[in-house]
């Protein structure tokens, strides 16, 4: 057995030696967020470390990356307006964390230190990652039927919870209802409705891309699977997914219609939205989820109670806001305000249910600014690498799914603090990184590119990059 064990351990080594030196690391990135989706803290943590499965990955693919760095087998390039804006707003949180106390916190909230490596340091890594990546379209193809087969699995087993099924459910921490939150929605091995359905959403779209390119049968069955993919983001019973679902996959949809068809698609598509929306108003404030119907009315109106709550600690602290991580703490003097007739005690254990009002409080302007800067900045991004007549088509069609994606976690910010979701971070940020490696690539002017990124970025026939990207 000792002698299996030593074989298996030389094997491994063999091959993350392959991996470090020639091996894509877009693999590895989907290997990382696979795991860290899956496979994360409440599955294994090495006893008495903060080792998980997810974080030893993502050091060996920060290995990897360095080793590949100095290889100059990666996308080397000058800064873009997107990367500037990243740093700087990188910089205005640690400034604003390091300024405070950071790490204080309340009994079971998370610390300010905390926050900032998990909602945004390791997601900017994997960004930086993803900016230096050499994509082809085998590897855009990988990614986005890799996406697919997730997205199957998510959406059987949101199905098998609705139903207590939990036999059929993997892995087990998914049935524990003191693991996570959201216990009675659709919430998958997130453990947490809005990352489940983010992620889904994110199935949904690249599974969209991926079904022209595969054979008949395959592309059959991808088609029979759709409905899957719907109950998984219905069953997840949040409001803010089944919207970002529906622009996210209407704009992925319209954009690449025919210029004369697609004001007419849009309008129709729009009236018939809005139609449902009015029909269904009150069931849509007041259906039941993981606690009844009147707690999801509840849920609405504290909303109006973090508004109220942000706005007056927003005037006290406007341009560089109470501290990043603090305002579970600076919030207390204003949750004892009885000039309102609001609950506002209702909010007082809770973190921000608003990541644009929450870092306008706890960074002032000058924060939100920024954030709002970098999201108009990927956008618009995307929108030169789907707009540029050098991309081939694949590069497009993964910048339009940066665009939905963008739009589909700009609604999920605008209802939910979606920044201690260290998982949809770490896929928005790859998704937006790719996109920078596609823009310095096929969307920033020749003279630009620098003459490794020209080597890199070789027509896919040739030999140097089939060896190089495969």
Known sequence: MELLIALAVVAGLLWFGAFVLRGPLLIGAIIFLLLNACFGVYFWTLPGTPLTLDRMALVALLGAYVVQIWSGRTV???????????????????????AHDFNEAPPDAPTPMWHLLTGYISPALIYWLGRGIPLNERQIRWFWGTLAVLGLYLGFTGIFEIHHQWSLVYPKIISHPDIGLHYGRARGPLLHSVAYGFFLTACLLGGWLW????????????????????????????????????????????LPLPARLRPVMMVVTTALALAVGVSKWDSLMSFKRDYSAEGT????????????????MFCDHPIVGCGFGQYIIASDPYLADRSTDM??????????HNMPLSLLTETGIVGLALFTALALS?????????ASGAAPRWARQQALFAMSLLLCYLMQAAFHEISYLNMLQNLMFLVMGLNTSLLVTYGAPARARSPQLTRQTAPPNSTEVSVGAA
């Open 297 to 312: 009315k509840n849920s609405v109106s504290m909303r109006g109670s973090f508004a109220y709550v942000s706005w007056l």
């Open 378 to 386: 990927w956008f618009f991004d995307a929108w030169r690498v789907w």
């Open 76 to 98: 080397r390039a000058p800064l873009t307006r997107s990367d500037n804006l990243l740093l700087v707003f990188l910089l205005v949180l640690g400034i604003s964390t390091f």
């Open 343 to 352: 609950q506002l005690d209702a909010i007082r254990k809770l973190v921000h």
């Open 211 to 254: 079904w022209p390119k595969v054979r008949r049968i395959g592309g059959l069955l991808l088609l029979a699977s759709l409905p899957v993919y719907a109950a998984g983001i219905y069953y997840c019973y949040t409001r803010s997914v089944w919207l970002g679902a529906a622009m996210s996959l209407f704009w992925l949809v319209m």
